[in-house]
């Protein structure tokens, strides 16, 4: 009997699944996905919010700016790459101003600190490949960016350090109140709970409503984004925002902790929630809007493109309730979400101890993690002594990022264990570089085939139905 079951395995739930780990409790995280960060979480803009965007009052607001100001000491204990760049939201016209001085005005009555207006002069000393165009913008040096799926996995990793229990695919397909709690069951597979907290994403409403509450409708916006080569990652140091206007907040501009560029996202509501496919029309909007921005910008040095989907609710906030004592919705957590996730889930543990449920402070829980790049970021004197030790670490696979087969093996061998290819990519940037994996998958799999003990044919690159092998000739495996 568990004491909590968090479902969905995004960036939320994996706060959540930590705070609660630093309590005396039986936990388990169930993903229906064959690994963590699959959905939302590792396709989204990698920005923490300064919190002047949200309408004062409500959620969004609240948690945002809470977030944001737990976030940088979340970052450091889980050792993952943060950095307060601040951000620009650019005007172009005394229109724009006037709503960039209705945006100050709101960001200082949600509690942001150090925002201001900043004029054509010092904007271009702070960003000299800013369009001629651009008059002023309002300046929020507590933005900051970080990697949303390293955020993620690191926190799982850190809770099952502690104790914490994962179950991957595991797509729950109902949900049954008994008379000690919950049963939370995926085909035959059950799990018994005190209490469920549905941290589902995009699908929270389909959870919701197996849990007997039909109030949440979600509905997906598709977000495409562009990612160009570390060559263009000094563009701009800022995250450059358009001034928003009836159409959107439009395309942002932003440097990445590991050193690209990236652009986007679009944003269009649609009906399907499985489909992530990129568009033409969406990926020439995004190029016609960072070329209005800039004075110059490398889309010819693009690596990839990929889309998103945010969760929209039917409230305009997050959704954030107890329908019934022992399950909690944590549902529409669309932007700022990632920024206010660390808010988030000391929020619904104090929901918890608010309706009764018992919490004690753990005296062992230890809230760091060693960095997943501690190898990447030793000195070449540490690096010599660490490849003495273990030859695999001087091993090259990835050539694109610099990754060894003894990240890898680490990779696969730590919690949560990377299970397939996109696993090995989100927690080593293996396969992220110039040639997308061109040269080093083949390697991956046959690291992965070993380390799982299980053939090479039976690898997959995100879980079932995307094996990567899927024959043999003349007794060799075919790509």
């Not at 299970?419 to 046959?446: N, S």
Request: charge should be neutral; charged fraction near 25%; include cysteine.
């Amino acid at each position: 009997m568990y004491d909590v079951v968090v479902i969905g395995g995004g960036v939320c739930g994996a706060m959540i699944l930590r705070e609660l780990s630093s309590y005396r409790l039986k936990i388990c995280m169930a993903e229906k996905e064959n690994d963590i960060a699959a959905g939302a979480s590792k396709a989204n803009s990698a920005i923490i919010h300064a919190g002047f965007d949200a309408e004062s009052g409500t959620l969004k607001a609240k948690l945002n700016v809470w977030g944001s100001e737990l976030m940088e000491r979340t970052a450091k204990e889980l050792g993952v790459k943060y950095k307060r760049n601040g951000s620009l939201v650019i005007g172009f016209s005394e229109e724009d101003r006037a709503v960039l001085t209705a945006l100050y005005a709101r960001g200082v009555k949600n509690g942001v600190k150090e925002l201001r207006i900043t004029e054509k002069e010092e904007l271009r000393s702070l960003e000299p490949n800013i369009s001629d165009n651009a008059v002023c913008a309002l300046y929020a040096p507590t933005g900051a960016i970080i990697c949303p799926y390293e955020l993620t996995i690191a926190a799982v990793g850190n809770a099952m350090d502690n104790g914490a229990e994962l179950m991957t695919n595991f797509e729950v397909t109902s949900i049954k109140k008994c008379d000690d709690g919950w049963e939370v069951c995926s085909g035959n597979r059950e799990l018994k709970t005190r209490a469920v907290i549905n941290a589902a994403g995009i699908n929270a409403d389909k959870i919701s409503a197996l849990a007997g509450d039909d109030s949440i409708k979600l509905h997906p916006r598709r977000g495409e984004y562009i990612l160009l080569d570390k060559t263009e990652g000094d563009t701009v140091s800022h995250t450059i925002f358009d001034t928003p206007s009836k159409l959107g907040k439009g395309i942002l501009i932003t440097p990445t902790v590991d050193g690209n560029l990236l652009l986007g996202p679009t944003s269009e509501d649609i009906f399907d929630k499985n489909n992530t496919s990129t568009t033409a029309g969406g990926l020439s909007l995004i190029k016609e809007q960072a070329s209005k921005r800039l004075k110059a910008v490398a889309l010819n040095q693009t690596i990839t493109s990929f889309c998103g989907l945010r969760a929209v609710g039917n409230t305009g906030d997050f959704i954030i309730n107890s329908p019934e004592n022992g399950f909690v919705n944590v549902a529409g957590i669309e932007s700022p979400g990632l920024s206010a996730s660390p808010a988030i889930a000391k929020y619904v543990v104090r929901m918890l101890k608010n309706n009764g449920f018992k919490l004690i402070k753990r005296d062992d829980f230890n809230p760091v993690r060693k960095p997943a790049h501690w190898f990447s970021d030793a000195s070449d004197d540490e690096k010599n002594e660490i490849i003495k030790k273990n030859g695999a670490y001087g091993r090259i696979i990835c050539r694109c990022e610099g990754v060894s087969e003894g990240e890898i093996r680490e990779a696969i061998r730590t919690n949560p264990p990377a299970r397939d290819l996109d696993g090995i990519k989100r927690r080593t940037r293996a396969q992220m570089g110039r040639c997308q994996g061109g040269f080093c998958t083949p390697y991956l799999a046959e690291i992965l085939s070993e380390e799982l003990h299980i053939d090479i044919t039976e690898i997959t690159k995100s879980g079932e139905g995307s094996k990567i092998i899927f024959g043999k000739t003349k007794g060799e495996c075919q790509l």
